[in-house]
């Protein structure tokens, strides 16, 4: 039977989509078993996560909770040495679930990217109390790509020596250490003050006080936010970007923090992006136990909160939260 080359085309192009839909299919089957699988039996997650990742080699969701597993174990280890060779698989599931998932709508599951946030959280505290600094250097540039999209160059706190060259900086850009009187124009109080209210609500029924906003952490927090936006990367830790398109380490979370806000002992930081309404960034931070622990620590009396949009930014929405006694 003869087929013109249009009609070829055409059963090209729906043989293409069948394939795709079949695809997508498959991954939602996956996802769903191995959700289940852990709700149930977490003790066999692993173990089915790890087979799937060899038939599914290019698929994210086996990496994403082969990831999640090894950071559940990681929490559980005390000994250095173990937790160290953990947060090495904690890493490269997570960067592999990263890789895969740019392909398709994996990305933007909201799952991963509550998850994201956990391993940022766990991996910069991890890195910067653990004792083997020059064993865990190259794993600490694995976690920065992670977190940076795996898209620029991420200089750690061993290059500190490395600045951004005058002539590679960016006007309305913010570098190195803040001075503490940069201010960032509030853009959404109302947001704002609704996070403030969830935050308190949760607190009552806690049995916990309630926490009050603080205007130099709030302005601590709109820096970040700010910053965040503006040189394109998402972290707790500070970056400058240059013109070379290349970030460069710039502050730490509290040493940042303390520029704007002297007052009482700093208890924790929250960050987020992509979404504007603050019951929605509540609801990812109260599903997340690191992000839900900083929200409601007991000692906390005082908290900032800091919402920025900037138009044609990656994630055009950013959010910091930070605690204080």
């Not at 082969?66 to 090495?88: P, R």
Request: charged fraction near 30%.
């Amino acid at each position: 039977m003869y087929l013109s080359s249009l009609k070829i085309k055409k059963l090209v192009s729906l043989l293409f989509l069948v394939l795709f839909s079949v695809g997508v299919n498959a991954q939602g089957l996956l996802y769903n078993k191995l959700q289940k699988l852990e709700k149930n039996h977490p003790e066999k997650v692993e173990n089915v996560a790890l087979r799937n990742s060899k038939i599914f080699k290019k698929n994210p969701v086996p990496y994403y909770f082969l990831s999640k597993d090894q950071l559940k174990k990681f929490k559980d280890e005390t000994e250095e040495e173990k937790q160290y060779k953990i947060m090495t698989k904690v890493i490269k599931y997570a960067r592999l679930a990263h890789k895969y998932g740019k392909k398709d709508d994996f990305d933007k599951n909201e799952d991963w990217l509550i998850y994201r946030e956990e391993v940022k959280h766990t991996g910069y505290f991890y890195f910067k109390e653990n004792s083997l600094e020059e064993k865990s250097y190259e794993l600490k540039k694995k976690f920065n790509l992670l977190m940076s999209n795996e898209e620029s160059e991420i200089l750690s706190d061993k290059d500190l020596d490395v600045k951004v060259p005058e002539d590679e900086k960016i006007n309305a850009y913010f570098y190195g250490l803040p001075t503490g009187n940069e201010f960032i124009k509030p853009q959404f109080l109302d947001e704002e003050q609704k996070m403030l209210n969830l935050i308190n609500e949760e607190r009552k029924i806690l049995g916990l006080s309630i926490v009050e906003i603080d205007s130099s952490l709030s302005n601590a927090c709109r820096y970040h936010a700010y910053d965040m936006a503006t040189q394109n990367y998402v972290d707790h830790m500070g970056y400058d970007r240059g013109k070379d398109d290349k970030l460069y380490f710039a502050n730490n979370t509290f040493e940042r923090i303390r520029q704007f806000y002297k007052a009482s002992q700093l208890t924790g930081e929250n960050i987020s992006w992509g979404q504007k309404e603050a019951k929605f960034v509540y609801k990812r931070w109260y599903n997340s136990p690191a992000h839900h622990k900083n929200l409601f620590k007991p000692q906390n009396n005082k908290v900032g909160i800091g919402l920025v949009y900037l138009p044609g930014s990656e994630f055009e929405y950013y959010w910091v939260f930070a605690g204080a006694e």
